[in-house]
């Protein structure tokens, strides 16, 4: 279920610190180390899955309700309600896709403009 070598799954398990925001039997979420946007969360699946590359069929569902849940922690953790406010889902997938960290991991931005990055 987890890799022993993957940093993400030793957030999950506690090994390594973060600043959580929530948390269920399958899902994680936690500040990014190096925030882009005033806010800047990452939500990833407790299974490890390396990418979206290897999402499956019966990831469906999983991958459902992370999307599912962003806009609720979005607004809880202090983006400002949409149309004005807003967040950006972010998914970074292999290298050319960005992906530093091969632990499948949905980056939800937000808060006032500008932020670090566009
Ligand atoms: P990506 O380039 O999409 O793989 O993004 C990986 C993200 O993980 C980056 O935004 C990093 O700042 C973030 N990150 C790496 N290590 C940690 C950590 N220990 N705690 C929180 N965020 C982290
Ligand atoms: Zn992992």
Redesign the pocket.
């Known amino acids: 279920m987890s890799a022993s070598n993957c940093?993400?799954c030793k957030?999950v398990a506690g090994a390594?610190p973060?600043?959580k925001v929530y948390e269920d039997e399958e899902i994680f979420a936690?500040?990014?180390?190096?925030?882009?946007a005033p806010v800047?969360f990452?939500l990833i699946p407790k299974l490890h899955l390396a990418s979206m590359a290897q999402v499956a069929p019966e990831h469906q569902a999983l991958l459902g309700r992370m999307l599912a849940l962003a806009p609720r922690l979005a607004l809880q953790e202090g983006c400002n309600p949409y149309p004005e406010g807003g967040f950006r889902i972010?998914?970074?997938t292999g290298a050319e896709g960005?992906?530093?960290?091969?632990h499948l991991?949905f980056?939800v931005m937000g808060g006032p403009r500008p932020w670090l990055r566009a």
């Open positions: 940093i993400f957030i390594i973060s600043r936690f500040h990014d180390i190096h925030p882009w800047h990452l972010l998914c970074n960005g992906q530093e960290v091969q991991h980056h």
